[in-house]
C-alpha cells in the first residue's frame, strides 16, 4: 500500500494502517519536512508555522487521537486574534460598542439598518460569497469588514467566489450571533456550534509539525515506511490485476518504482488527474484544467520586541497593504523564539505562482515586510535582526464559480475507474479543509481500506458541521 503526501491526512492514514498491521510506504516529496501546510519550519533556531494552525476540533476523536500522538507536548491557548482597520487595531469578532466606537453612532445605524434590509430581502440563492456575506451581516458591514480582505486573499472580486466558501468557513454565524456572543461577554465553550468564534485551542509546543513528525515516528515504528525526497512521476493501474505501478523520483534523480495494491493520495488533485494512466476521459480533464489554487508566501520577520503582542494573529483590511494577515508566533508558543527580547512576525501574502510576487527574490520580500510592519505601526525599520521567506504552493483550493461541480466530476470518475485509489485532505479532494476536516477524511479511507469497501462517504466530511459530531472512533479502532 502506498500514500501520496506525508501532510496532515497522508500521515492520519498512515498511522492508522501501521497501527493495524498493514503495511504501507509514504512518498513525500518535500526532503526535509513532514507535514504539508502543517509542517513548521525552522531557521536558526527560530520555528514557523505555515499559516497558523490551531488544534480544535468538534470532534472528540480526533482531539483523542493528537493525546495520542502528543500526549505531553500541546499548550492550551486563549484566542487573541484582531483586525488592523483604518489604522487601528480592532477586536475579532466583532464587539458591538468597539464598532460602535470605531465607526461613529450614524454608520453603525446604517450597518444595522443594512442587516435588517438583508433580513426581509434576502438574495436566494446565495450564489456568491457576496450574497452571502450580505445576507449574514448585509451590504454596509460586508462592503467596510469583508470585501477588501477577502478580495485581497483569494486575488477574485466576492461575485467570482462562491458562496460555499462563506458556508463552510464561517458556519452558523450571523451578525446577531456575534453580537449577542459580544454582548454576553461570556467565553464560548470549545463544544460551542459557532466554531468561527472558538476562544479555546491546544497547539504543539514546537510547532504543528512536531505532531506530523511523530506521527511519522510512531508509523514507521508500527512497521510502515517514510520515504522522503520522492515527488511522485506516474501512476499506473492494471484493471485486469487491480495493481498499481507507482514512479518516483529518488535523491539521487533516478527513478524508483513502487507495486501496490491500494494508492492512498492526498497530493493535489489536478496533479494526480496529470500523472496518471490509463487517462482520464477528455471531459474530466477539461474540468481538472480548470480547478485553481492560490498560492502563499510567508516572510518571517525576526525583530527586537519593543511592545509585546499578545495577539496570535491579526486580520490586515487596510488595501494599501499587500499582506493580509499576521501571524504573532511568540503568542502561540515561546518556544517557537529562541532568543529572549526578540519576535517573530510571520507576513502572509496570498498570490498566484505566476504574480511578479511569487518571484520577488527573498531580500525585496523582506524588505516589502519590514516596510509594512512600520506603516502598520507594528515595527520600526531599526528593529530588525534577520527574516526568512516560505513559500507554499496551492495552498488554497480557489472555490470560483462552478468549481464544485468540476470537483465533482473528476472524483466520480475516479472512484469509477480506479476503485482502490482513495481521496484524502484537502488537496486531495480539492476541497478548503480545516486540518481535522483532512484528518477525518484519512480516518474515513483507513476504515474503508481494512474493511474492504468503501463504508463511508467522504463527500461528506466538512459538508456541514454534523459529520463531526458522529462517533469517528468506530472508523478507527486504535483510537478507541
Not at 55 to 67: A, C, D, T, Y
Amino acid at each position: 500500500m502506498v500514500v501520496l503526501g506525508a501532510g496532515p491526512a497522508g500521515l492520519t492514514t498512515a498511522y492508522l494502517l501501521a497501527q493495524n498491521g498493514r503495511p504501507v510506504t509514504v512518498l513525500e516529496a518535500d526532503p526535509i519536512y513532514v507535514g504539508g501546510l502543517a509542517r513548521t519550519v525552522s531557521y536558526h533556531g527560530f520555528r514557523f508555522d505555515i499559516g497558523g494552525h490551531r488544534f480544535f476540533s468538534k470532534s472528540e476523536n480526533v482531539e483523542r487521537l493528537w493525546s495520542e500522538i502528543l500526549p505531553n507536548d500541546m499548550l492550551e491557548c486563549i484566542r487573541l486574534s484582531r483586525i488592523h482597520f483604518r489604522s487601528e487595531l480592532m477586536s475579532y469578532p466583532l464587539r458591538p460598542f468597539e464598532v460602535i466606537e470605531r465607526l461613529g453612532v450614524l454608520e453603525f445605524a446604517r450597518c444595522i439598518l443594512s442587516y435588517w434590509q438583508a433580513c426581509v430581502f434576502p438574495s436566494h440563492p446565495a450564489i456568491t460569497f457576496e450574497d452571502w456575506a450580505i445576507n449574514a451581516f448585509g451590504r454596509r458591514l460586508f462592503e467596510i469588514f469583508f470585501k477588501t480582505y477577502t478580495e485581497k486573499v483569494w486575488g477574485l472580486s466576492c461575485r467570482e467566489i462562491s458562496a460555499d466558501w462563506a458556508a463552510q468557513r464561517i458556519k452558523k454565524m450571523s451578525l446577531a450571533d456575534a453580537a449577542f456572543a459580544a454582548l454576553r461577554q461570556t467565553p464560548l465553550s470549545r463544544r460551542d456550534t459557532i466554531t468561527s468564534l472558538t476562544t479555546s485551542f491546544r497547539y504543539p509546543r514546537l510547532g504543528p509539525g512536531m505532531m506530523w513528525e511523530k506521527c511519522a515516528e510512531k508509523m514507521c515504528a508500527a512497521g510502515g515506511r517514510l520515504l522522503m525526497g520522492r515527488p511522485v512521476q506516474e501512476l499506473e493501474y492494471c484493471a485486469q490485476t487491480g495493481r498499481w505501478r507507482i514512479v518516483a523520483q529518488a535523491k539521487n534523480g533516478n527513478s524508483e518504482t513502487f507495486d501496490a495494491g491500494t494508492v492512498v493520495s492526498s497530493i493535489p488533485l489536478t496533479d494526480l488527474a496529470r500523472m496518471l494512466k490509463p487517462e482520464l476521459s477528455w471531459n474530466a480533464l477539461q474540468a481538472v484544467q480548470t480547478l485553481r489554487y492560490r498560492d502563499f508566501l510567508s516572510a518571517a520577520v525576526i525583530l527586537r520586541e519593543r511592545v509585546a503582542l499578545q495577539d496570535h494573529w491579526i486580520y490586515v483590511h487596510e488595501p494599501a497593504v499587500r499582506a493580509s494577515r499576521i501571524q504573532n508566533y511568540k503568542s502561540w508558543s515561546p518556544a517557537l523564539i529562541p532568543e529572549p527580547g526578540l519576535c517573530c512576525l510571520g507576513l502572509e501574502y496570498f498570490c498566484n505562482a505566476s504574480d511578479e510576487l511569487w518571484h520577488m527574490n527573498d531580500e525585496r520580500l523582506l524588505k516589502l515586510a519590514l516596510n509594512e510592519l512600520t506603516q502598520l505601526g507594528l515595527a520600526q525599520p531599526e528593529d530588525l535582526v534577520d527574516g526568512y521567506v516560505v513559500r507554499q504552493p496551492k495552498a488554497y483550493p480557489v472555490y470560483d464559480l462552478g468549481y464544485s461541480g468540476r470537483v465533482q466530476l473528476v472524483l466520480s470518475e475516479l472512484e469509477s475507474r480506479f476503485p482502490s485509489l482513495h481521496l484524502v485532505g484537502r488537496n486531495g479532494r480539492h476541497r478548503y479543509n480545516n486540518q481535522d476536516h483532512s484528518m477525518t477524511t484519512a480516518m474515513l479511507s483507513a476504515a474503508n481500506i481494512l474493511a474492504g469497501e468503501r463504508m463511508y462517504n467522504l463527500h461528506k466530511v466538512n459538508e456541514d458541521a454534523e459529520y463531526l459530531e458522529e462517533p469517528v472512533a468506530k472508523y478507527s479502532p486504535c483510537c478507541e
